[in-house]
Structures are given as C-alpha cells and as structure tokens.
C-alpha cells in the first residue's frame, strides 16, 4: 500500500503561482507513475499532469503553465503552477498507480484546494 500526503495549495491571485507536493510512503518501490488531477466544483475529475519513468505528459489547458516534476530520493512529486487563471480553480488530487508486478492498484491523495481568484 501507499499513503499519500498533499500539501501546498491556497489562495492566490490571477497571474500568481503556486507549488503542490505529494509525498508518498509505503510500498514506493512499486510506484509506477505519479501524477496530478483537478476536480472543480460540478465537473468531472480530470488529469492535469502525470510523470512515469521520464515521460511526462500534460493537460492541454496546462501546458507552457505548469510543470511537474518528481523526487525519486524523497520519494515526492510537485506541481509548479504559474500564470494561474480562475478557471485553475478546483481540488488537486496526488494519483499514484503501481507496477503491473504489484498489483497495478491506484491511490489518491485527500486532495488540495486551489482558489485562483482577485
């Protein structure tokens, strides 16, 4: 099993920027991919941002904006979010999945609000 903690979201203006840290404990070794989603208030949970062995792969509405990036020895991804609109508004959720040999099970963090907003 992997326990996930997030930290890092809050309040900010439009054009701000704010960092997302998900550290992972437990099984770590079997951790495949870690990644990044959003959930705003009516709509459905989408991927903002994902890493899996170097690959990396973004929400178009992201793109150019965010960066994620991964803490192999701190066992930690991060979500460096700049130029944040209101429509970046919304509950980040940490997602881990595991290796196939693992089980390949997925695990959410207890999520993050994002309030982007003058």
């Known amino acids: 099993q992997v326990q996930l903690v997030e930290s890092g979201g809050g309040l900010v203006q439009p054009g701000g920027s704010l960092r997302l840290s998900c550290a992972a404990s437990?099984?770590?070794?079997?951790?495949?991919?870690m990644g990044w989603y959003r959930q705003a208030p009516g709509k459905e949970r989408e991927l903002v941002a994902i890493?899996?062995?170097?690959?990396?792969t973004y929400a178009d509405s992201v793109r150019d904006r965010f960066t994620i990036s991964r803490d192999i020895t701190k066992s930690t991804v991060y979500l460096q979010m700049n130029s944040l609109k209101p429509e970046d508004t919304a509950v980040y959720y940490c997602?881990?999945?595991?290796?196939?040999?693992?089980?390949?099970?997925?695990?959410w963090g207890q999520g993050t609000q994002v309030t982007v907003s003058s």
């Open positions: 890493t899996s062995r170097g690959s990396i």
């Open positions: 437990g099984s770590i070794s079997s951790i495949n991919t």
């Open positions: 997602n881990v999945v595991l290796r196939a040999w693992a089980g390949g099970n997925d695990y």
